[in-house]
Nanobody, 115 residues
């Protein structure tokens, strides 16, 4: 049974950095498409950055130039490096794994960026 667990969130000042981690068990990150999503209060869920099993990625407009998705194949983990954070980045961030007929979500982790 697959399980995803996020860590690394918190409260940071505008312009600061955070790295989110997603620990994955039950599936292999190199086999499935992994992704980071976020959802701010009152908004719909937004795709931040996906990564295919081959390592390719396409960033959303909000993340482009500031965020980087990466993975550690040996540790079966996925990361989201977030730089130059803005108050608009405040949201619950979730790790996702997708395959043909289903997908799996982490429970989410709060990121808050103060002005």
């Amino acid at each position: 049974q697959e399980h995803l667990l996020e860590s690394g969130g918190g409260l940071v000042q505008s312009g600061g950095s955070l790295r989110l981690s997603c620990a994955v068990s039950g599936i292999t990150v190199t086999t499935y498409t992994m992704a980071w999503y976020r959802q701010a209060a009152g908004d719909s869920r937004e795709l931040v950055a996906p990564m295919t099993s081959g390592g390719s990625t396409t960033y959303g407009d909000s993340a482009k130039g500031r965020f980087t998705i990466s993975r550690d194949n040996a540790k079966n983990m996925v990361f989201l490096q977030m730089n130059s954070l803005k108050p608009e980045d405040t949201a619950v961030y979730r790790c996702n794994a997708k395959w043909s007929l289903s997908n799996s979500w982490g429970q989410g982790i709060q990121v808050t960026v103060s002005s």
